[in-house]
């Protein structure tokens, strides 16, 4: 008999029972209840529940108006008892974990997702400091404990999923857009990004986009042009020097395209470096010098190779070069050979490395170590971030590697005066898609990744360019930001 549930997937509760009936594989079906249309009120719907509030579930004779109890009714039906073990002595864990969600980490979450998302995106409010001041000793040690226990353990409760991991990940299934402070919880963090990769996770997240574009405004578009390579007969290449051979050789960016570029803030959750070849990442940092190289390479990196480590769990990372695009160089040709860590935003959709010139970099770079280390998985990943202030004109577009075919991308030849390097640059195709994240701040990264030795269908290389944003004021300051480019070893 088909268990007939009845939620609004956009909510914590609701998505949480359909993700878990997701991975239990349960014979379901959902009656969608609207929460934003008011539809849980409803004289229908309070026949099934009085209480008014989702999600409820039937079950022949039997209702069910708590999230937790349906899904240990739900787990108990399946064949599979791995997600709520029948062994006692596991499975009071577990409920201790599924009382302990529903009474302290719930309550916790939601308080930030008021403020921080609901509160700023519905209300056009500004969240109140004093609520999240109130509220944060609670978060940190509700927080605190559950990092404890994932220091332990893969999935909350052991080595594989249960139904409290996905009680547990449902009040943060918008820790980004609520802000959650989890920077100093390295084990909730990598945690929430399994769960996140959960195939039943995936499945219920479209709503959830939805929901967020149309409550937020940040479904929005903008419309604007972008500079793609036409693909030629002969080669493609660029002098990055003064040379008499530049004179009629095919360059780069002769084919603008218009273009939609999406805000991806809504779908933060869902973007990943190996799905999409970008992602998003709150990232704090106390390096504020970036006018002097030398400290940008003592102080910054350090904190951009302890960063990687936590966020994509890599074994090595080697930080290897920067760039600054700030004021001061934007009127800097992109010939002038002094102080190349300089520059001002690059309007062409490139990629900064191709199957060749990655390897060859490792050698470059590490010629002792590299057949050793190339016969493991390597990935380049620069670290996109402004600095100063708020980026408002010339952001940042990645185009969704799949949405790209590998044959969008072909080489340019980089001409300088004592080498010749490689990238890639991108033909058009109107299958492309495009996002960027406006109004991206000082606390945030970028991860790009533009090269991965992998072969296995996941994102090798992601096309990125500035662009001009038809929505920046007239007298935006200029873009100030900073690209480090890092090899990460696995």
Not at 169 to 192: E, F, G, T
């Amino acid at each position: 008999m088909t268990i007939q549930v009845y939620c609004d997937p956009t909510t914590i509760n609701s998505r949480k029972v359909l993700t878990g009936l997701e991975q239990l594989h349960a014979d379901y079906n959902n009656n969608h209840i609207n929460w934003f249309a008011g539809e849980h009120k409803s004289d229908d719907f309070k026949k099934i529940n009085p209480m008014a509030t989702v999600p409820a579930a039937v079950h022949g004779d039997l209702t069910l108006t708590e999230s937790n109890a349906i899904l240990q009714y739900a787990a108990d039906l399946s064949s599979d008892d791995s997600m709520y073990p029948k062994d006692l002595k596991q499975r009071a864990i577990i409920n201790t974990w599924l009382l302990w969600e529903a009474s302290a980490w719930f309550p916790s979450c939601y308080v930030y997702l008021v403020e921080n998302c609901i509160k700023p995106g519905a209300f056009k409010l500004e969240p109140d400091q004093k609520v999240l001041d109130g509220e944060s000793e609670r978060f940190h040690k509700c927080a605190g404990m559950l990092d404890s226990q994932l220091s332990k353990t893969k999935w909350v409760t052991g080595d594989s999923v249960t139904i409290a991991d996905i009680a547990i990940a449902a009040p943060m299934h918008l820790h980004a857009a609520s802000k959650l402070p989890l920077d100093q919880y390295p084990n909730v963090k990598r945690w929430i990004s399994e769960v996140e990769k959960l195939d039943s996770w995936k499945k219920t997240q479209a709503p959830v986009d939805k929901m967020m574009a149309s409550v937020s405004g940040s479904g929005s578009s903008v419309r604007t042009t972008v500079n793609y390579t036409q693909a030629v007969t002969g080669i493609t290449e660029f002098y990055l020097y003064e040379s008499e051979k530049a004179k009629g050789v095919h360059e780069p960016g002769d084919a603008p395209v218009d273009i939609l570029v999406h805000d991806g803030r809504a779908h933060t959750p869902s973007f990943t470096l190996d799905d999409n070849g970008f992602s998003l990442h709150p990232f704090h940092s106390a390096h504020k010098n970036w006018e002097d190289d030398e400290a940008v390479r003592s102080h910054f990196y350090p904190e951009v190779v302890d960063f990687l480590k936590q966020t994509l769990g890599v074994k090595r990372v080697l930080v290897f070069d920067h760039t600054i695009r700030s004021e001061a160089n934007a009127r800097k040709k992109i010939t002038d050979e002094t102080n190349t860590s300089q520059r001002s935003p690059v309007m062409l959709v490139h990629c900064d490395y191709t199957s060749e010139s990655g390897p060859l970099r490792v050698r470059q770079l590490l010629p002792t170590e590299a057949d050793d280390l190339l016969s493991r998985r390597v990935c380049f990943i620069n670290v996109w971030k402004p600095i100063n202030r708020v980026v408002e004109e010339r952001p940042l577009a990645m185009c969704d590697s799949q949405s790209t075919q590998s044959d969008d991308f072909f080489k340019l030849f980089l001409r300088y005066r004592d080498r010749t390097g490689e990238n890639y640059v991108m033909k058009p195709n109107e299958k492309h898609e495009w996002w960027y994240y406006p109004k991206m701040t000082p606390e945030e990264v970028v991860l790009l990744k533009t090269f991965d030795s992998e072969t296995d269908g996941r994102a090798r290389f992601v096309g990125h360019t500035a662009f001009v944003d038809p929505d920046s004021k007239e007298d935006a300051p200029l873009r100030e930001s900073v690209e480090i480019r890092t090899i990460c070893f696995f």
